[in-house]
Nanobody, 115 residues
Framework: VQLEEAGPGLVKPSQTVSITCTVSGGSVTTTNYAWDWIRQSPGKGLEWMGAISTRSITYYSPSLKSRTSIARDTSKNQFTLQLSSVTPEDTAVYYC????????WGQGTQLTVSS
């Protein structure tokens, strides 16, 4: 299973950002798999943001829940992270992750929030 993220790269504060993960060699509907978003800010550890299950049930980090939405498109075998009202603190590498226990990782996409 391969995952590949695609995002805007550079955005301005207060904007809403969408990052898409395309899954190949597997399916977003695979039983017992979950599809997660994890980010890593400069000099910090990994931060789990949220996930969507095979049954399209979503889970979010309490600290990001008010600004985060995760959805999937089974026709395109993709899942998407939407993050609203971004600030420079959201600058990070964003990873999409999948599997039963985080077996599959994308290479990450850099998001920079700057005016």
């Amino acid at each position: 299973v391969q995952l590949e993220e695609a995002g805007p790269g550079l955005v301005k504060p207060s904007q809403t950002v969408s990052i898409t993960c395309t899954v190949s060699g597997g399916s977003v509907t695979t039983t017992n798999y979950a599809w997660d978003w994890i980010r890593q800010s400069p000099g910090k550890g990994l931060e789990w943001m949220g996930a969507i299950s095979t049954r399209s049930i979503t889970y979010y980090s309490p600290s990001l829940k008010s600004r985060t939405s995760i959805a999937r498109d089974t026709s395109k075998n993709q899942f998407t992270l939407q993050l609203s009202s971004v600030t420079p603190e959201d600058t990070a590498v964003y990873y999409c992750v999948g599997g039963v226990a985080y077996e599959y990782w994308g290479q990450g996409t850099q998001l920079t929030v700057s005016s």
